[in-house]
């Protein structure tokens, strides 16, 4: 199972950057067994309010979520055990709150791949493979 991480989610609708955009959509264009995670659909909302001066409204942020939500196979949503092990992860591996949340997330639900530009990737996180797809 694999995850895309939010950052290449804003790339997919953030078009300023062809080569970052192109990745992206080839990405997930052929990525198989996605799941999206709560917290990936929550922060791709949040971020995606920087593209409103590039004419990225709310309403086209909504609606590309929905199209997230379909691309997906299914959707992760958060436990609360993510926590202690997101604690143990953000002092171990040395990540963000968020960025060990969302690793503590693909490591519960046995996910193999994280596409993500963030976190060092290339990594190997136990069995959790990080790669970065623009590198």
Same mark, same amino acid.
């Given at each position: 199972?694999?995850?895309?991480?939010? /950052?290449? =989610?804003?790339?997919? /609708?953030? *078009?300023?950057?062809? *080569?970052?955009?192109?990745? +992206?959509? $080839?990405?997930? #264009?052929?990525?198989? /067994?996605?799941?999206?995670? =709560? $917290? %990936?659909?929550?922060?791709?909302?949040? +971020?995606?309010?920087? !593209? %409103?001066?590039?004419?990225?409204?709310?309403?086209? +942020? =909504?609606?590309? &979520?929905?199209?997230? $939500?379909?691309? #997906?196979? *299914?959707?992760a949503?958060?436990?609360? #055990?993510?926590?202690? #092990?997101? @604690? !143990? &992860? $953000?002092k171990?591996e040395?990540?963000?709150?968020?960025? +060990?949340? !969302? %690793?503590?997330?693909? &490591? *519960?639900?046995?996910?193999?791949?994280?596409?993500?530009?963030?976190?060092?990737?290339?990594?190997?996180? @136990?069995? &959790?493979? !990080?790669? /970065?797809?623009?590198?």
């Amino acid at each position: 199972m694999n995850v895309v991480d939010t /950052n290449v =989610w804003i790339y997919l /609708n953030d *078009r300023r950057d062809f *080569r970052k955009h192109s990745i +992206a959509d $080839q990405l997930v #264009a052929s990525c198989t /067994n996605l799941v999206l995670p =709560w $917290q %990936v659909g929550c922060e791709f909302i949040s +971020a995606s309010k920087k !593209l %409103v001066k590039f004419g990225f409204t709310e309403d086209k +942020a =909504w609606s590309a &979520l929905q199209d997230m $939500q379909q691309s #997906a196979d *299914r959707i992760a949503l958060p436990d609360p #055990a993510d926590w202690t #092990a997101a @604690r !143990l &992860l $953000q002092k171990g591996e040395m990540l963000s709150f968020w960025d +060990a949340i !969302l %690793v503590a997330l693909c &490591l *519960r639900d046995d996910i193999r791949t994280l596409y993500t530009e963030d976190m060092g990737s290339p990594r190997v996180i @136990r069995s &959790l493979e !990080l790669i /970065n797809p623009f590198a």
